[in-house]
């Protein structure tokens, strides 16, 4: 989820967002920090919005965490699906 998948998410988190390559500024903060020791306050500020935009959109850091888990576990499916579509495309060329 890139930054700027993050401020969609927080300012509009009905639209479907499509995560990002790498660790975004955004989560370094649980990275980092672990999730006890990550503030919203700081994962705002990576973010580039404010704690009030996020706990508008999200009750509390772990449903947060728990939406940014649910979108790259999203992705991972999509990803594995597509790989075996095309290991199953490859072995039909091969017979």
């Known amino acids: 989820m890139s930054t ?3 401020q969609e998410a927080v300012h509009g988190r009905a639209r479907q967002r499509q995560p990002g390559n790498g660790l975004p500024s955004h989560l370094r903060s649980f990275y980092v920090n672990a ?3 990550a503030s ?3 994962i705002a500020k990576a973010g ?4 009030a935009a996020i706990y508008h ?3 509390s850091k772990q449903e947060l965490l728990m939406d940014i888990i649910g979108r ?5 499916i999509e990803t594995t ?4 579509a095309g290991a199953g495309q490859a072995l039909a060329r091969k017979m």
Do not use: L
């Open 4 to 6: 700027g998948d993050f």
């Open 35 to 37: 999730y006890d020791g």
């Open 40 to 42: 919203m306050r700081d």
């Open 48 to 51: 580039g919005v404010t704690p």
């Open 57 to 59: 959109y999200y009750a």
């Open 72 to 76: 790259f576990m999203q992705q991972s």
């Open 81 to 84: 699906r597509a790989a075996i």
